[in-house]
């Protein structure tokens, strides 16, 4: 029977209409714990697939494309000879029911395992069944790479993944090196939605996403991508030379900053850094238009003596520029996709963050306590899933959690001055839980940050100042103090009879007081000059 195409076309209807019966069965019931629940989800993507292919199926069957399945119909409408055609038709029916006797069709299948089954979910230790992610490889990554802050603690990675990728320079993000990270985070992220919520259609929400960025990005209405990543009109790479002192500082640069901006320029990218230094620096006194033929690469002509800068920009940005142009897209595609997932992931990032804090008031001890329970609530199998599900904790107070997974005590909270808030305009008014909070917040790369958007180093003059007009009038001082200069008070000095050495202020108090006699012979000289 399932030799013929009207049967294939039936059996086909009819997995679909199981398939439907089983999805509803499935999503009757109540889950309990994140397991069943992840399971659940996991079995109903399943039976969406295996609808989705047996609608492909029928779909082809309907087109009819070879005439087979009208063929076949016609067979069935014999008008020469319809009683033969019919017992023909019963003769097969019977041959397949004589051949597989065990298939009965007066009862419906039982759904009962198709309803326990547990479909495999791959998850790493660290990320428990999808509650909470595992970036340890991106962190490792970011803090290791040129671009990167190497002083950024993991919890502030996780919760902070955006605005680390905006606080990379847009030259960075020109480099093979950023683009490689930047993929494999956004792999990583998507890979990690679609195995948390797959029954969310994680494809569509990111190809919209790039349209929406890209259009944005081709318009030049992206911000930080105004330039569509081309530099203006002397390209991503153009460098200023009036800001280098010979070949060796250029030199310094690297290798792939000079490629880019001998590019801009329509040059030769070829040889070493000393020789791309070079062939860059006699740009420097030489206009283009006067250079060698042979300094240019192929398809870039020196441009005519009176050309504007956008001209020679255009000249010689030619497959370069438009390989820029694509490759910045594609940065900035990918920084909008992570930018969703982060927002998509939010309550996963925050029980993370609680995670990782919880984590690191624990002992070795009790980590390995937490593993052996986690090992022994997996063997014991629905029954313990159940038994060891987490419950909600009452916390009206907001308090921290301690290493149990449950609030630490109001005094402990009390004793460590938790409850006091300790704003720092610098951090952008960022609030800190804590004395201890507040006195290492200093050191970190938050205040770090805005000391060196200010433009003042982050040193210990400046501890426990937060207001940015007291950083900048104390660095006023301290600059004003370095710039020397002679002050008589503090740096003229006297010497008495007896050989002592003061200056001029405490010179004089003293012989004011008597101490020192005014008919002592005295030296009313400079003994030193601080430079």
């Known amino acids: 029977m399932a030799d013929t195409l009207l049967e294939q076309t039936r059996a086909l209807h009819e997995d679909v209409e199981r398939m439907e019966r ?3 069965k499935d999503l009757k019931r109540e889950m309990k714990t994140h397991k069943e629940k992840l399971m659940q989800s996991h079995r109903v993507k399943r039976r969406l697939d295996t609808m989705q292919e047996a609608a492909a199926k029928l779909v082809k069957i309907y087109e009819d494309e070879d005439g087979a399945r009208k063929e076949e119909i016609g067979a069935l409408a014999n008008k020469d000879n319809p009683f033969g055609a019919f017992y023909d038709r019963l003769k097969e029916v019977r ?5 597989f006797p065990s298939t009965d069709v007066t009862e419906a299948e039982s759904d009962e395992h198709l309803l326990k089954e547990e479909p495999p979910m791959e998850f790493t230790g660290e990320e428990g069944l999808g509650r909470h992610l595992d970036l340890h490889a991106h962190y490792a990554a970011y803090i290791n790479a040129r671009w990167g802050a190497k002083d950024t603690a993991y919890s502030e990675y996780v919760t902070g993944l955006v605005t680390h990728l905006a606080a990379v320079a847009k030259p960075a993000k020109a480099t093979p090196g950023y683009r490689e990270y930047l993929g494999a985070l956004r792999d990583y992220l998507l890979s990690f939605y679609s195995r948390t919520q797959p029954l969310a259609p994680a494809g569509k929400t990111m190809a919209k996403v790039g349209e929406e960025v890209g259009a944005s990005f081709d318009a030049g209405e992206l911000p930080g991508w105004e330039d569509r990543g081309d530099g203006g009109a ?4 153009a460098l200023d030379l009036a800001a ?3 070949v060796e500082e250029l030199e310094g640069l690297g290798g792939e900053r000079l490629k880019e901006a001998l590019a801009a320029l329509g040059l030769k990218c070829g040889g070493t850094p ?9 740009t420097r006194s030489t206009p283009l238009h006067a250079l060698d033929k042979k300094l240019f690469a192929a398809g870039c002509a020196p441009p005519l003596p009176d050309a504007t800068a956008g001209e020679v920009a255009a000249a010689a940005g030619g497959v370069a520029g438009a390989k820029r142009v694509a490759a910045a897209r594609e940065v900035a595609v990918a920084e909008g996709q992570v930018a969703k997932l982060c927002e998509l992931l939010a309550p996963v990032i925050v029980d993370t963050k609680g995670r990782i804090e ?3 008031a624990q002992t070795y001890e009790e980590m390995m306590a937490e593993q052996e329970e986690a090992v022994e609530e997996a063997a014991a199998g629905a029954e313990g899933d159940s038994e060891g599900e987490e419950e909600a904790v009452y916390n009206p107070l907001k308090l921290p959690l301690g290493w ?4 630490i005590p109001y005094w402990l909270y009390k004793l460590h001055g938790l409850n006091q808030e300790f704003k720092c305009e610098i951090c952008g008014n960022y609030s800190y839980w804590g004395r201890r909070a507040y006195e290492k917040h200093f050191k970190e790369w938050r205040h770090t940050n805005g000391m060196r958007a200010l433009g003042i180093p982050n040193n210990k003059n400046f501890f426990e100042v937060t207001r940015i007009d007291d950083a900048l009038a104390l660095w006023r001082d301290i600059t004003a103090k370095q710039k020397g200069g002679f002050k008589a008070e503090a740096e003229e000095e006297y010497e008495d009879d007896a050989g ?12 004011k007081q008597g101490l020192i006699e005014p008919g002592a012979r005295g030296v009313a000289g400079v003994c030193g000059v601080a430079g």
């Open 500 to 511: 002592n050495v003061y200056n001029a202020r405490t010179y004089a108090d003293l012989k």
């Open 234 to 237: 002397g390209g991503a790479g």
């Open 22 to 24: 089983v999805i509803v």
């Open 95 to 99: 041959d397949y029911y004589r051949r």
């Open 358 to 360: 919880k984590r690191q």
């Open 244 to 246: 280098f002192d010979g």
């Open 404 to 407: 149990d997974g449950k609030p």
């Open 274 to 282: 000393r020789q791309r230094a070079e062939r860059l620096w006699l």
